[in-house]
């Protein structure tokens, strides 16, 4: 049986406190989500902060690879470079969609590859499709599953973010797990209703996270359960208009709760047989 860790993207501006608080809290692993705006001085802030709240540096959030915003990948380099400075594994950066014709842009890719694997990273692609209703990326998991075979680089994978998933690709975001199978380098986990990437904690919203943690427990991924959650996301004007809205604190929590209480019958299933 596979354990159970779990981690959180964050920017910890808070300091010692609030690393100390994501620890109470059952984190054992960051993400750094805002790497673009984040010096060298604050990166060894950072770095010095996980190590006191004995925290494990995961990934970081990288610029995005479509040409028209960043025509050069000297940003994207930086975010490699902070992300070894933190000593994280993985740098997360965004699919662009397809060039004119429905090509894809491989060298664009390999570029990038290089760049993580100069800073001995692993760089996971994220599936970011969201839809025709919503092009905020016309590549699917599927796309990407192809642009990485095509690679052949073996520190370039995919990020499965549920979110995106759920809304863009198919409702069975286990399928996809198993799909993209070895391939899979890191998370983002978060729920929502399959209308809009809205970034819900887990529980609060349609996935059947049984079934995801079924398939995470049989691929070969051991990472932790990223938790890429943002209370302040748009997706959620329509509760705020009830008064309901939650804090990132709400949310680790809840979804942790939920994340291990699925795990736990897993385990119990694994012992005493699905029907027990």
């Not at 051991?222 to 302040?232: D, I, R, V, Y």
Request: aromatic letters at 10%; hydrophobic letters at 35%.
């Amino acid at each position: 049986m596979k354990d159970f860790f779990l981690g959180c993207n964050g920017d910890l501006k808070g300091g010692v406190e609030e690393g100390l608080r994501m620890k109470r809290m059952g984190v054992d692993f960051f993400e750094l989500a805002h790497t673009p705006f984040t010096d060298v001085d604050e990166a060894l802030t950072i770095r010095d902060t996980l190590r006191k709240c004995a925290i494990t540096p995961w990934s970081v959030h990288g610029r995005y690879l479509d040409r028209e915003s960043w025509p050069t990948l000297e940003g994207f380099e930086h975010d490699a470079r902070i992300a070894n400075l933190l000593g994280a594994r993985v740098i997360v950066t965004h699919s662009p969609s397809k060039l004119e014709g429905g090509a894809f842009d491989y060298d664009r890719f390999y570029e990038a590859g290089k760049i993580a694997e100069k800073y001995e990273l692993d760089m996971a692609i994220e599936t970011c499709h969201l839809g025709t209703d919503m092009p905020y990326s016309t590549t699917s998991y599927r796309d990407l599953i192809e642009i990485v075979d095509h690679l052949n680089m073996p520190n370039v994978g995919i990020n499965i973010d549920t979110g995106h998933t759920h809304v863009g690709d198919r409702r069975d975001v286990e399928t996809v797990v198993r799909e993209v199978g070895p391939r899979l380098k890191t998370l983002h986990i978060h729920d929502n209703f399959g209308a809009r990437d809205d970034h819900q904690p887990v529980g609060l919203g349609l996935i059947n996270w049984r079934e995801v943690l079924r398939a995470l427990r049989e691929s070969p991924y051991s990472g932790p359960l990223m938790l890429e959650l943002s209370g302040g996301h748009q997706g959620r004007e329509l509760l705020r208009q009830f008064g309901y809205d939650t804090g990132a604190e709400q949310e680790i929590v809840w979804s942790r709760a939920w994340l291990r209480w699925n795990w736990d019958e897993l385990d119990y299933e694994a012992l005493h047989g699905k029907n027990a």
